[in-house]
């Protein structure tokens, strides 16, 4: 366990002391597999082992991906059984390659990993993607061990195997499937690869993109402290999801915490509640899936964003990659559709959050600008006349109480240029802004991308608003106090 | 009341005895106002008064619509302004019109809204739309007042005033906005057209599809009970889905729901759980919301589905326009995403559903056509390397084994022709299917659209998927008990 310990604390820079002691104990190797970790994220080539002709194999699905997700470093396909695919010569060896390639992804048979990862090594490969299944999971143990002791020796770093692959959108690498290169502030880490895509699907879907996708596997040298402490540092994430079946080390997972406290916020999804779910863990990753309680009470000490299904890890790791941080729990709500309105209020008093009254000269205010059929008691109704202008109008006198810590806009219906409309508010304002749409077809998907362009989250429905809400409350809380 | 109680029985053409005697003791009126109702969905002419040649304004909008919905009948839109609007010549009254619209859809302002009545009345209308505001929910008592007065003396049933409209796809008219108009069996009944939008719209995305929309507004005439025992008897219809912030008359509620028992699944969201949201309530729609214990009692004893949220309203919508009963509540998981297993494992434990174990010549039999490193333990884990094939063979031998009630099947990857290898089973297996696909990307949506077209409930995350099954279950139980 010393190595995780030790790169965990020289990768930042801030214990720059640390580093240079460590450099003296430990000498060039450490400093080499620190920067090994960054290859697999901005390595300048790449060679896939494995790279098929045929579509339906992952090996060609993952070269496709890499060339199509606008990947500008050098990339060297290898088989051998050679060949051409999508204009590129494929190798027939790793030998073959002029150059060092600084990555390799490795999609052979399992029993083939070992002497490629040899091999690799004497090519100067400095990491390793190992999608091949077959190792620990299917109960060869032996296999797993070799692998790994043949990486150290080269000091290739190894993420995998049994993994499904890994995404970086600041240099435009998605050696993974299916392809997302649509770059934002979310980094996904995750143990199931379904479960990572989902995330980053729905990114995409919904205009946010993503920084990183790693899919974890078996975790057997990158793990998922190496990967936090590495997004923790990179400037183009903002928040966190983290999918884990099992903690490596659990002392070393409260280390990492305790350091990187105040962190970006961290998300994280870890099933196993249950005694049949935490058969089912071993099973799949060989995990042990621990008590629940106990990491339930490490997420709260620690101030991570412990959640319970797939739709709270999406709507979160979105809602913080936008806010951070509110003043309070007084919320406002501004919505054209009265319904929705109800519903959020019904979820603000359940959740525990405060239905703030405005200022009477504020609310006054708003009233004259508004017709009589108006509410303008919180949840501030603008009924079916609502306009972009209106609502723009009503969340900037609202904003001038100094009361307000959070607006919940609803649009409920397909308004037009809402997204510019809060875009064009001050950032003060957007840093107390969720959105809730609903019911706006495909005027909704335009505007819903827009706000998130600008960093304003935007969910679908008013309880998924609110639980973010709630969440962001608890979070700033901890942070405050 | 008793007009209402009248007309909800002989609604029903069981109760021709009861009709019969009703016809002799109310004369033709009452035979008129019960077919009359009908005339809101089944029109054959449609006259829309206030059609706008300006595209941003509603009159225009829902002229639109009704052309664009595919609408057959014959369409007059009517605004004293007269004019041309998107190839129709707009008449300058009611009265220009030599034949007699059979619905007519108001969209002037309310102080215009009783005479339009009272020259439909004239004209022979028989059923009217009143999109207008301005009513009750502004205070207007009296002016609402004075239109049922008119309504009524002219036996023309009122749908709103201060509604969204209604869309009826079997007639293909979409008398509202936005526009849906892809059939399915999926009834929307609300009081909220944002959220009538909403669940229309998932629907249409999803590839379901509606069968009818109707906002109820002020349900000064028409309410949630007629619409209930209309779609009732409707054979489009599969499922109910209700929003509602008050019942209209308890008492009459508890009749329609105890004759119409064994019914059509109801799913009823009714907000008004808090102070904080009665009070929201009373200001959009000036209902009374009632205690939500004796409404969640009511729901519970006569087995409507009482949800708490918009997701709920839908998913449960969707999947009990699908499935409606199940055996028992034997749960066994397929899954082509360990980590995706897990998550549903946790869920359905939660749940107090059972993981069952499979009768060992079934496992033995599955595990024989499968590779090493998957699990045949429920959950059954295909891995990575599952296919439509394997997926079909594995659901096929597991339907086997008698105990089990329900499959749950995940597709966790952009999996080929999933959709037709599950359509392709017996109708008898197919009953017991309940899909949840993640992580799949364009083809998940392609092959989502062909398993909903061929009524298989597909769900975008564990905890939806079996949130579901668990309403199911108690739903099969209520109705077998």
Redesign the interface.
């Known amino acids: 366990m010393i190595k995780m310990g030790v790169f965990l604390y020289i990768n930042k820079p801030k214990y720059l002391a640390c580093f240079l002691q460590l450099l003296l104990a430990f000498g060039k190797k450490g400093v080499i597999l620190l920067s090994n970790i960054n290859s697999l994220f901005n390595a300048k080539s790449v060679a896939i082992l494995g790279a098929s002709t045929n579509p339906k194999k992952l090996g060609h699905v993952i070269f496709k991906n890499i060339i199509e997700g606008g990947y500008s470093g050098k990339v060297y396909p290898v088989s051998k059984k050679g060949g051409h695919c999508l204009g590129y010569e494929i190798y027939t060896s790793l030998k073959e390659i002029k150059e060092s390639p600084e990555l390799l992804v490795v999609v052979v048979p399992s029993n083939q990993v070992v002497q490629a990862i040899e091999e690799a090594g004497e090519c100067g490969v400095k990491a390793a993607i190992i999608i091949s299944?077959?190792f620990r999971?299917?109960n060869n143990e032996e296999l797993e061990k070799s692998l790994l002791e043949t990486a150290k020796k080269h000091l290739i770093r190894i993420l995998g195997p049994n993994c499904?692959g890994l995404t970086y959108t600041p240099n435009d690498l998605c050696a993974s499937?299916?392809i997302i290169n649509k770059k934002g502030n979310i980094a996904i880490i995750?143990?199931?690869?379904?479960?990572?895509?989902?995330i980053g699907?729905q990114a995409v879907k919904d205009g946010l993109g993503v920084s990183g996708i790693v899919s974890l596997g078996n975790k057997s040298d990158v793990g998922e402290l190496d990967l936090i402490e590495f997004f923790n540092e990179d400037a183009n994430t903002r928040s966190i999801a983290l999918?884990i079946?099992g903690v490596s080390g659990g002392e070393g997972f409260i280390e990492v915490v305790k350091k990187t406290n105040p962190h970006k916020p961290v998300i994280i999804?870890k099933?196993?509640?249950?005694?049949?779910?935490q058969?089912?863990?071993m099973?799949?990753?060989k995990s042990i899936a621990g008590k629940s309680e106990v990491f339930d009470g490490l997420c709260k000490q620690y101030g991570f964003v412990n959640v319970?299904?797939?739709?709270e890890l999406y709507d979160y790791s979105k809602g913080f990659s936008c806010l951070k941080k509110v003043g309070g729990k007084n919320v406002l709500i501004v919505t054209?559709?009265?319904?929705?309105?109800?519903?959020a209020?019904?979820?603000?008093?359940?959740a525990g959050l405060n239905?703030m009254s405005l200022q009477q000269e504020i609310e006054e205010k708003i009233k004259a600008g508004l017709g009589?059929?108006c509410?303008v008691?919180n949840?501030i109704?603008l009924?079916?006349d609502a306009t972009a202008a209106i609502y723009e109008q009503v969340v900037k006198d609202s904003a001038e109480d100094p009361n307000v810590d959070i607006i919940l806009v609803i649009f409920?219906?397909?308004l037009e240029d809402v997204g510019n409309a809060m875009i064009r508010l001050d950032q003060k304002i957007k840093d107390k802004l969720v959105i809730c749409f609903?019911?706006?077809?495909e005027l909704q998907e335009i505007e819903t991308h827009k706000m998130h362009g600008a960093g304003i989250p935007v969910f679908p429905?008013?309880?998924?608003a609110v639980s973010f809400i709630k969440k962001l409350v608890e979070y700033s809380e901890f942070y405050r106090g």
């Open positions: 299944g077959g999971e299917s499904q499937w299916p995750s143990q199931s690869g379904t479960v990572a895509a989902e699907l999918y079946e999804l099933p196993g509640r249950t005694k049949e779910a058969k089912a863990s099973s799949h990753t319970k299904n797939v739709t054209s559709s009265g319904g929705s309105g109800i519903l209020t019904d979820e603000c008093s359940e239905l009589q059929h509410s008691k949840p109704d009924t079916g409920g219906d397909p609903l019911g706006g077809g429905s008013p309880e998924r």
